[in-house]
């Protein structure tokens, strides 16, 4: 991606990446700029590659054939539910998008709303019920929206802390009651009857 940022920022990226026509000295200018990106083993394999928009094609393809499969798996394996926040979600969604665009793959509006309802807790589903009524038609609507309903639960939750602070020791005082319950449940099972 540097490369082509580089190659764009001096005037050779339409020339080179789409394939437009360039000069001999543009050729030569690109050509450089392109391998002084490249790891040496890739420089070695490719140095008899003098046309840079032969050599840009083969990297992207070769590119695309490692890297697309493994973006794939991580799409499919990717659950809103199994992020902690929104925010964390949002940032792993985007490197993924990110990434298949890089590889040629179009991800529509369409498709990251529906990543987002299909993988959401499944205990949210009226949740989910409420956001598809709502009919946003850009992820970002969607987020936002999301990101709104989550700062309000957590401030509520702060706010139910600070009123009920009794309660929330009394659910530590049976939790710990537990936790020593549990205990004396253990020795006893563990005891040997001689």
Not at 23 to 42: F, G, P, Q, V, Y
Request: glycine share 4%; aromatic share 8%.
């Amino acid at each position: 991606m540097t490369t082509s940022v580089v190659l764009k920022s001096r005037g050779l990226g339409r020339r080179i990446i789409q394939g437009d026509y360039a000069t001999r000295s543009e050729k030569l200018r690109a050509i450089t700029i392109m391998r002084h990106h490249l790891t040496e083993d890739l420089r070695n394999q490719y140095l008899n590659i003098e046309n840079p928009r032969d050599l840009w094609t083969k990297l992207k393809s070769r590119y695309t054939m490692v890297l697309l499969p493994k973006v794939r798996h991580e799409w499919m394996s990717l659950r809103f539910q199994d992020f902690e926040s929104v925010d964390e979600y949002h940032f792993a969604l985007s490197k993924i998008v990110y990434k298949l665009t890089l590889c040629g793959e179009v991800v529509t509006e369409e498709d990251l709303l529906e990543k987002t309802f299909l993988t959401a807790d499944p205990r949210d589903l009226l949740l989910q019920h409420i956001y598809r009524e709502k009919g946003f038609t850009t992820y970002n609507d969607m987020l936002s929206c999301l990101l709104l309903t989550e700062q309000s639960n957590q401030l509520l939750k702060r706010n139910s802390e600070m009123r009920y602070p009794e309660a929330n020791k009394t659910d530590m005082d049976q939790d710990e009651s537990k936790a020593a319950v549990s205990n004396v449940t253990d020795g006893v099972a563990g005891m040997s009857i001689d």
